[in-house]
């Protein structure tokens, strides 16, 4: 067998994939990103309440929970680059038709099912298949670049909106939005998004059509083989544990601070915290996943909520020890995805790494659409925060216990 490449071969071959990878999946966070800014002028104009003009994103989420594996198996059997291309022209499509909105719920629904259906084609399993496929040595970093891409629609998307929205109002801020992202991103993945997956796709049509045996798989388990594993399960909950954390936590961190004696315009600002650390934290976590044991790395990671938790229930914490802890939230949120998807590929490996990764989504839109009702629920019984936190940190302390527990991972795989 010969020597594998290193990270530097790797980046010099195929550092277009992450990048193209990383605008690809700009587009699933145009659904929060993007949407944000225009919220306040809908609820306007239709009457709503919060409630209902955030409802979409509840239906995206329950849609991700029945349809995540499925999309998995079609970026399996038909490449990520397919899929990429189609998710992506479906979401930004659809989020552009928000700007149809009539005012009933009905119509709200129907549209955010329009986006619902393009999400789940453009979730993280599609861009970091095809960047896993091409990256050994330095595939924790390359993910970590790939999964940067939320960041940039963190970074970019409201400040065109305002910018589209100030002079000609919502509509054509949400149309215009989702036709720019459109026409930034597809050529770039038209152009530069390829995985292994398409290659192995034609080379089996290849030897198919010549009558000769099937060219080898990637390496990797059979999902049969993969549910047998421990680490899945433990790779399951702990993906469902960090999205139970995250969006309890995030919708709440504002008003959680201003429990703690902040001043609402302190507690905004020590929140936007959490942007900047986050983008450090992925890729950090990515540099050091190629470099450190993967599951020490997991495993201190899950612990930063216990942590930053145990900063917040201190008597009467100041400013800078809620920086401190804020710091550690915005570092998980940054880490999360990085750790999950790397663990899935190096214990499981790659032939089945889409359908795996879209059940490691589908646990996670679990502990996402309980989230916010049982911190809520908690906050309205207690009228504090306190015992969310001491939940959150047991269920992350549970978490990082699994990941100390999983070990290394093997090095070779069987061939289908």
């Known amino acids: 067998m010969g020597a594998r490449p290193g990270a530097a071969t790797e980046w010099r071959r195929y550092g277009t994939v992450p990048l193209a990878g990383a605008m690809g999946y700009s587009c699933a966070s145009l659904m929060s990103y993007g949407f944000g800014p225009f919220v306040a002028a809908i ?115 409201p400040l065109i909106a305002s910018w589209l929205m100030a ?11 989702g036709l720019i992202w459109l026409a930034l991103t597809l050529p770039v993945v038209l152009a530069l998004f390829r995985g292994r997956q398409e290659e192995e796709i034609a080379a089996r049509r290849s030897t198919a059509e010549r009558g000769e045996p ?34 309890s936590i995030a919708p709440n961190l504002v008003a959680l601070l201003g429990t703690k004696g902040l001043s609402f315009e302190a507690a905004a600002a020590t929140a936007s915290l959490v942007g900047v650390v986050s983008l450090v934290a992925r890729l950090s976590a990515g540099f050091l996943l190629d470099r450190l044991p993967a599951h020490l790395v997991a495993t201190a990671i899950f612990l930063l909520p216990v942590a930053s938790g145990a900063l917040m229930l201190l008597d009467a914490p100041g400013p800078v020890v809620l920086g401190l802890a804020v710091a550690g939230f915005g570092a998980t949120i940054g880490a999360e995805y990085d750790v999950v998807f790397y663990l ?12 795996l990764l879209g059940a490691m989504l589908m646990a996670g839109a679990v ?30 302390a549970v978490g990082a216990t699994g990941m100390l527990l999983l070990g290394r991972p093997r090095d070779e795989w069987p061939q289908a």
């Open 43 to 157: 609820e306007a104009e239709f009457g709503w309440s919060r409630a209902v003009s955030m409802s979409g994103i509840t239906v995206t989420s329950l849609f991700a929970i029945v349809f995540s594996v499925f999309a998995g198996l079609a970026i399996d059997r038909f490449g990520p680059r397919r899929v990429g291309i189609v998710g992506v022209i479906l979401m930004c499509g659809a989020f552009s038709l928000l700007s149809t909105a009539t005012g009933t719920r009905l119509n709200w629904t129907l549209l955010w099912l329009g986006i619902a259906v393009g999400m789940i084609f453009v979730q993280a399993n599609a861009w970091t298949s095809a960047v896993a496929s091409r990256f050994d040595a330095g595939r924790g970093f390359a993910i970590a670049v790939t999964l940067a891409g939320s960041s940039v629609c963190a970074i970019l998307a």
């Open 167 to 177: 002079d000609r109002g919502w509509r054509f801020g949400i149309a215009g939005l």
């Open 367 to 396: 502990g996402g659409i309980f989230a916010p009702v049982v911190a809520g629920g908690l906050y309205d019984t207690t009228g504090n925060y306190d015992l969310v936190l001491m939940i959150l940190m047991g269920v992350m």
């Open 344 to 355: 899935v590929s190096r214990h499981m490996g790659l032939r089945h790494f889409g359908a």
């Open 214 to 247: 099937a060219a080898a798989a990637l390496p990797g388990l059979s999902v049969r083989e993969s549910l047998r594993l421990p680490a899945f399960w433990i790779i399951a909950f702990g993906n469902l544990a960090f999205v139970f954390y995250s969006m």
